[in-house]
């Protein structure tokens, strides 16, 4: 497998971040701050949310192919950070549809449908190859500015914004370098 040289990638990594900010800046891919209307109507921003919520899935599938596709613990590891962050999401996303006038089912069908674009996104993306075929070093940049602006635009401001004056302790942060730890152990033991 050739390797992809480390400009390329960071370049694609930037182009990943801006992408996916214009991206959530003018479609709300990622946030889903709405207001809460009641439940007597469906909300028409609902076919946007699982749209969204599809081609993200599907950018799942492409991070943890690309990431086997370099090695078999890359790709474990990428599996196990893309489930860890996956499952609230789902959970979320299902709070949110519910909130917005679907009914448990349809809400449970759209959340299993939209979840088999990443086995989809998988397997094609796995079966077009290496490098040869698939520029790995593009691929895995964009990938990353898109972990990495989800980190930068949700998580680290909510970490932040959960600071209470009155708790000695906030757990959070230690979190975040748990599982920084975790990740860098998992790596290195699966090289």
Do not use: C
């Amino acid at each position: 497998m050739e390797v992809a040289e480390p400009r390329t990638v960071l370049l694609s990594t930037l182009i990943g971040i801006l992408f996916f900010f214009f991206a959530e800046r003018f479609l709300r891919w990622f946030h889903h701050h709405h207001e809460h209307k009641g439940n007597e109507s469906r909300d028409p921003s609902t076919n946007l949310i699982i749209f969204g919520d599809t081609l993200h899935n599907a950018l799942d599938g492409v991070a943890i192919a690309a990431a086997f596709l370099v090695s078999v613990p890359v790709g474990i590891v990428t599996t196990i950070a893309v489930a860890a962050h996956e499952i609230p999401q789902e959970i979320g996303d299902f709070g949110l549809l519910l909130s917005k006038g679907m009914r448990r089912r349809s809400v449970l069908l759209a959340n299993v449908f939209s979840a088999l674009a990443t086995t989809v996104a998988a397997v094609i993306t796995f079966s077009l190859g290496g490098d040869d075929r698939l520029p790995l070093g593009v691929l895995l940049g964009l990938i990353s500015g898109l972990l990495l602006y989800i980190a930068m635009s949700d998580i680290i401001p909510t970490i932040h914004q959960s600071i209470s004056k009155q708790k000695t302790f906030n757990w959070q942060p230690f979190m975040l370098l748990i599982g920084v730890i975790v990740v860098w152990i998992a790596v290195t033991l699966a090289e």
